[in-house]
């Protein structure tokens, strides 16, 4: 079982151009987007999180149960959804404006336990920037990591919502003796400064790195690098591909049983190009399509 912590909200995305053209609700949220990414992919998975009981909640636990994620360990509550506003530029690029103020997510408590069987928990985007939920998110993820559990960590930053720019790569620094695996992109490895060697000296046994229609590159604590080119695809929006690049990792290290840390440091060369390959062509279909729309495992192939 992998669990995905964070968020779920509603993405508002624009169908057509000018600032008001047709705005069409989506169900999305980086963590939420993981959880459905892996349940079409064919792995065990759980999403634990705090939604409202509004019709927007109810239409997201909906999308989780289509793609056969377990939502027995997420909470409920009546206040309203968080909503973030997409804007689409020519390339496809997706950047967001949110409305948080007094949502359900923001009031997610740390659960006494996570579900039974879990190998592997996944965290990161706006769950661990607004407060109070982000504290309890946060002791989530070192408790987890403190049983043993393989924690994977995607900050996705959302500068516009992270009012103490220093205060949160401070934050960032803090979490990173209790993951296993770090992914993130470019623009937020730019953000948070460092280098993946820095990163993978506080903790992690990898650093994957997403670079676009370029790749991805993977760093790891005995020094090796592994690289991929991105696949080639007509893209429509980038939505959801950073969060799909999530799934497939975990997807496939649990295919590996390669969900610890040891196990990461013994996938080798070959183990991490197909690895890396997987995710990119599994990013690529995710941009082919409008919105957060990852691949089912049938339209991927092999690992």
Request: aromatic share 6%; hydrophobic share 45%.
């Amino acid at each position: 079982m992998i669990v995905v912590a964070g968020e779920a909200l509603i993405d508002l995305v624009p169908q057509g151009t000018g600032a008001l053209a047709g705005l069409t609700p989506a169900l999305g949220g980086g963590p939420y987007n993981t959880a459905v990414a892996l349940g079409r992919l064919g792995s065990p998975a759980a999403f634990c999180s705090r939604t409202s009981s509004d019709a927007f909640g109810e239409a997201l636990l909906d999308g989780l149960r289509r793609a056969s994620v377990d939502v027995s360990a997420v909470q409920r509550g009546p206040e309203p959804t968080t909503l973030a506003v997409a804007t689409i530029d020519a390339s496809g690029s997706a950047a967001y404006s949110f409305y948080v103020e007094g949502t359900a997510d923001r009031l997610f408590a740390a659960p006494a336990a996570l579900p039974a069987g879990t190998r592997a928990v996944s965290f990161g985007t706006c769950s661990l920037v607004l407060e109070p939920g982000a504290s309890a998110y946060e002791e989530l993820m070192r408790t987890a990591a403190a049983q043993g559990v393989f924690t994977a960590l995607d900050p996705n930053i959302r500068a516009g919502l992270i009012p103490d720019p220093d205060a949160y790569r401070a934050r960032f620094k803090s979490w990173l003796p209790s993951v296993s695996l770090l992914k993130l992109s470019e623009e937020d490895a730019l953000w948070l400064g460092g280098t993946p060697r820095e990163w993978l000296a506080a903790g992690p046994s990898a650093v994957v790195i997403t670079r676009g229609g370029d790749g991805l590159t993977a760093f790891t604590r005995d020094g090796s690098v592994h690289s991929v080119p991105g696949e080639k695809v007509d893209v429509v929006d980038t939505i959801g591909a950073g969060d799909t690049v999530n799934a497939a990792l975990l997807h496939g290290l649990s295919v590996r049983d390669a969900l610890s840390a040891e196990a990461l440091l013994g996938l080798g060369a070959d183990g991490w190009t197909r690895l890396l390959r997987f995710a990119a062509r599994a990013a690529a279909i995710t941009c082919s399509r409008a919105g957060a729309e990852p691949p089912y495992a049938s339209e991927l192939g092999g690992l």
